[in-house]
């Protein structure tokens, strides 16, 4: 027969949840067992007292002791908890994700608050999300910045304060907490929007055009075709991000001709700023008649573009590795200072084009709602680092009448 050990509990006595006091064996004295749900453990302390009345009210002492010693800053309880509403921000976005088609919003912000060992909820988790001050977000940022070879971009910890900021409004939202604190300022400096100009495009198009014709060429094992051509010549005339929910997620049943003066399309996108209405120049309406010819069998939900790739990302990653054969025969890969240019540089040379092209007549507020951007985006990446238009010169040349 097994002998029952001295330290099993012979007596227990449940005082309230997470509290509760028991005697065993091996001591006269009462136990008091605590329950931490920060640490989701229990904690045991010995009351010192052979009364269990009196080693009840040692043991609510003990909680109180034991409390104060932990992290000022922890929350009490789990509705308080920053890792609560980390949780909650991150459901909220993926429903509402679901309804578009832009799966990076999501992704992102996950990776911000899981990240293991660094990311927000491994470091904020525990905290009081009204005990959450602008220093501990400062020194969180100088935490991710130790472990790490080179500090963060600004624009990343700019990201970082971003999500605290999403999570605590929620719990301002539930009247949790009265005030956001004011996140640190990152003083963050804008990198150019690498482009062509109008010869280097020009060059492109030719050696694109060239290659696709002679049907000799593949990168690794896809063959280039006029259909690589055409996403260029597309992507410059719809000022189309080249992304999954924009240039390579656009479906035939997404566009509609309109013959009005001066011909265009006008797509249906959900892309990085949301749902949008947007329309071509008039080059676009003759590609996509050549797209439609090129697939002659689509379906309406079929892609425009590379559609034999389901999986669209793989028609993201293998345009790039065909757009990067381009630059590299012709000598584009890097611009003047040593920029490497990708996919993107058509839309940033779409942009730039026509706002030069339009010799100052465009709005640029129309301009930018119709590129799914802001004014102010243009006026810091496109407008401000742009040679002065043929009107401009005229301009400041001019005389007065007299």
Same mark, same amino acid.
Request: glycine share 4%; hydrophobic share 35%; net charge positive.
């Given at each position: ?21 028991? !005697?065993?064996? $091996?001591?006269? +004295?009462?136990?008091? $067992?605590?329950? @931490? ?41 789990? &509705? ?22 832009? !799966? ?15 990311? =927000? ?17 400062? @020194?969180?940022?100088? +935490? ?44 963050? %400096? ?13 060059? /492109? ?7 696709? &014709? ?9 063959? %280039? ?21 924009? /240039? +390579? ?9 309109? &013959? ?15 749902? $949008? ?19 002659? @069998? ?5 892609? %425009? ?14 345009? $790039?590795?065909? +757009?990067?054969?381009? /630059?590299?025969?012709?000598? /584009?890969?890097?611009?003047? *200072?040593?920029? *490497?240019?990708?996919?993107?540089? =058509?839309?940033?040379?779409? =942009? ?23 004014? *102010? ?14 009107? !401009? ?7 007065? *009448?007299?």
């Amino acid at each position: 027969m097994v002998e029952e050990s001295q330290n099993s509990k012979k007596t227990i006595k449940h005082l309230r949840r997470g509290l509760s006091i028991y !005697k065993t064996g $091996r001591s006269p +004295f009462w136990h008091a $067992r605590i329950y @931490d749900a920060v640490k989701k453990k229990y904690v045991v302390r010995s009351t010192k007292e052979t009364n269990r009345i009196e080693a009840a009210e040692v043991a609510e002492e003990i909680v109180e002791t034991y409390k104060k010693k932990q992290n000022s800053s922890h929350a009490v309880s789990k &509705d308080r908890s920053f890792e609560r509403y980390a949780k909650m921000l991150s459901e909220i976005t993926k429903q509402k994700v679901k309804a578009s088609r832009n !799966k990076y919003a999501f992704s992102d912000q996950s990776k911000i608050l899981f990240r293991e060992k660094d990311g =927000l909820v491994s470091y904020f988790g525990k905290h009081d999300v009204g005990k959450i001050t602008s220093g501990m977000v400062r @020194d969180y940022l100088l +935490f991710l910045d130790k472990r790490r070879d080179q500090p963060l971009a600004m624009s990343t910890k700019s990201k970082q304060c971003g999500v605290i900021r999403q999570v605590l409004m929620l719990a301002l939202e539930d009247g949790v907490i009265d005030i956001i604190p004011p996140m640190p300022k990152q003083r963050t %400096v804008d990198k150019p929007r690498v482009s062509f100009s109008d010869a280097e495009y020009a060059l /492109l198009l030719e050696t694109a055009r060239e290659l696709a &014709d002679a049907g000799e060429t593949s990168v690794r094992g896809v063959p %280039v075709t006029r259909e690589h051509y055409n996403v260029i010549v597309f992507a410059v005339h719809s000022f189309l991000r080249p992304t999954e929910t924009e /240039l +390579f997620g656009i479906r035939h049943c997404d566009i509609e001709m309109m &013959d009005t003066d001066p011909r265009h399309l006008l797509m249906t996108l959900t892309g990085k700023t949301g749902y $949008r209405k947007s329309a071509t120049l008039d080059a676009a309406v003759d590609i996509y008649a050549k797209q439609r010819v090129l697939h002659c @069998d689509a379906k309406p939900t079929d892609y %425009v573009f590379m559609p034999e790739y389901e999986n669209r990302t793989t028609a993201v990653n293998t345009y $790039r590795r065909i +757009f990067n054969h381009f /630059l590299q025969e012709t000598g /584009l890969k890097k611009d003047k *200072d040593g920029n *490497d240019r990708s996919p993107y540089s =058509l839309r940033h040379y779409a =942009l730039q084009t026509r706002l030069v092209k339009s010799d100052g007549k465009v709005n640029i507020y129309w301009l930018a709602e119709n590129a799914g951007t802001s004014v *102010d985006q243009l006026e810091r990446f496109y407008l401000k680092n742009l040679a002065p238009s043929a009107a !401009k010169v005229r301009n400041i040349q001019s005389f007065g *009448d007299g």
